[in-house]
């Protein structure tokens, strides 16, 4: 907008010199190389002020802009965190219906692998969910495997990888006691195909 208005200005401005010098208003008997040289510089430094004011003008509005940006950064990243916290319930329901769903059915292995996911989101959580629920479910579904059971190696290495990141939870040392003693018994009854 300012921009625009600069130009009427200036084409404005070019239009009356051309007619006032067209039409000889005020003679050129004054002119000579000082006046001129004046005249030039006086315009130079009106030119170089305007575009200093501009350019000052614009690194305001710029500051106002990176604010508004940082704002928004910070408002992406909380929905982020709002995001990752409901994608991680989610997943932690889902997962122990499965698992209860498989300890039902009386396929330990692969309950014992749900309820290991859902242990690892429910302690990803602000608050966790369903600690003594899966605590009960994984202490039952270990004491039912046996020796020898069988699992996919694929599947297997999920459960190592789910368990590795458990074990680098902050608040793991809370889960310690009871957990370690059903991943014990989950590792030395199975054998991974």
């Not at 190696?153 to 939870?169: A, G, P, W």
Request: charged content about 20%.
């Amino acid at each position: 907008m300012f921009s625009k208005l600069c130009g009427y200005a200036g084409c404005t401005l070019s239009i009356v010199l051309i007619v006032l010098w067209s039409c000889n208003t005020g003679g050129f008997s004054v002119v000579n190389l000082d006046s001129f040289v004046g005249v030039i510089v006086a315009l130079l430094s009106i030119l170089i002020t305007i575009v200093l004011g501009w350019q000052i003008y614009n690194a305001i509005e710029m500051k106002q802009k990176i604010q508004e940006l940082e704002a928004l950064k910070d408002e992406f990243a909380e929905q982020k965190k709002s995001i990752e916290e409901l994608s991680n319930k989610t997943r932690h329901g889902v997962l122990l219906t499965w698992g209860d769903d498989s300890a039902n059915a009386r396929h330990f292995t692969t309950a014992f692998r749900f309820y290991v996911s859902s242990l690892k989101c429910s302690m990803l959580l602000k608050e966790p969910l369903n600690i003594d629920v899966i605590h009960d479910n994984l202490t039952i579904v270990s004491n039912n495997l046996k020796k020898g059971n069988v699992m996919n190696k694929d599947l297997y290495d999920i459960v190592i990888n789910e368990d590795t990141e458990i074990r680098s939870l902050p608040n793991y040392i809370y889960i310690k006691s009871w957990y370690e003693p059903a991943f014990e018994k989950f590792i030395s009854n199975i054998i991974k195909k």
